[in-house]
């Protein structure tokens, strides 16, 4: 429905970028409290999809029409800006999460097939959207973070996500936390005791690496936020047409500053190529 935006003119588009790069106000971070309105809500099976994504995991999803419906009902300015626009993007505005992207299955595919431990792993699903990567790993029984940039995703899709795949839904509620806004500023939030950062055992995100301007934000939230031991999968497509981004660029960030070893762990072998990376610590020797 959504598509990332397109202009003919490399150089037109240079300096549109240099223009709303030195105008743009990220939104900063913070933690969203799930209300009891919402822990109580029944869903309509109309307000669903019951997706077999994975062998084995039937998954209800909200539906995409219905949270943009309710946004609208809402007026939320963001999400209505976009879709006027035709645009899976609006930066620092909407950046996409209300529907399912391509990587974000091969990421979740890529975690059934190779048996990664889930259990009693603290995991954040970085630039989370709908919730599905970090859905499978509430399923395999772990503590999940959830971040996206837009509360509106937060509030109308990834936090009724997980209500919709639990029964006991305080009690999943207790194995999960959400925050939206900006990864510049996600990286310095403390935990809700106030004296220490939260890190992680797996960081996963999917097609987040589109805009090259977020690059190092990005990649900062992995280099503060990784255990020592800890593990970051990155999915992502080679290159980002219209926006400018690509996983190469991506990658060669992450080696040139050293700390990281980089391995491409999966490729699509047709099509747009797509992969995943994943990331681990250099042993200090
Ligand atoms: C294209 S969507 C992908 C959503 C989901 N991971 C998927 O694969 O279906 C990109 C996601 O990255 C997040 N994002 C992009 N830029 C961000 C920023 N500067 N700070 C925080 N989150 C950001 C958005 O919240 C959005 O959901």
């Given amino acids: 429905m959504f598509k990332f935006g397109f202009s003919g003119d490399k150089e037109d588009e240079e300096e549109d970028k240099d223009m709303k790069n030195s105008t743009i106000n990220w939104i900063s971070a913070s933690k969203v409290e799930v209300l009891e309105m919402q822990i109580e809500k029944q869903y309509e099976p109309v307000d669903y999809a019951e997706n077999l994504i994975f062998p084995g995991y039937k998954l209800k999803l909200i539906r995409s029409e219905k949270a943009l419906h309710d946004l609208r009902m809402e007026n939320c300015a963001n999400i209505v800006e976009a879709e006027s626009q035709h645009s899976d993007l609006i930066p620092a505005k909407y950046e996409g999460g209300l529907k399912i992207w391509e990587c ?137 047409f219209g926006v400018g981004g690509g996983i190469r660029q991506f990658q060669n960030l992450i080696e040139e500053d050293g700390i990281f070893d980089v391995e491409t762990v999966w490729k699509n072998r047709e099509g747009l190529q797509r992969e995943i990376l994943k990331i681990t610590r250099k042993q200090q020797s």
């Fill in 104 to 240: 974000s299955y091969d990421l979740s595919q890529y975690l059934f097939e190779n048996n990664v431990e889930f259990q009693g792993k603290f995991v954040l699903d970085l630039g989370c959207g709908t919730g599905v990567i970090g859905l499978v790993a509430l399923l395999k029984n772990s503590i999940v973070h959830f971040q996206d940039y837009n509360v509106e995703v937060i509030k109308t899709v990834t936090i009724p996500n997980v209500l919709l795949n639990f029964d006991d839904r305080e009690s999943v509620l207790k194995r999960c936390q959400f925050f939206c806004g900006d990864w510049g500023s996600f990286t310095k939030l403390r935990s809700s005791n106030g004296d220490k950062f939260v890190r992680y055992d797996l960081i996963f995100t999917s097609e987040t690496i589109y805009n090259p301007d977020n690059h190092k934000k990005l990649y900062e939230v992995f280099k503060q936020r990784l255990k020592e031991d800890g593990i970051g999968l990155i999915a992502g497509k080679s290159y980002y």
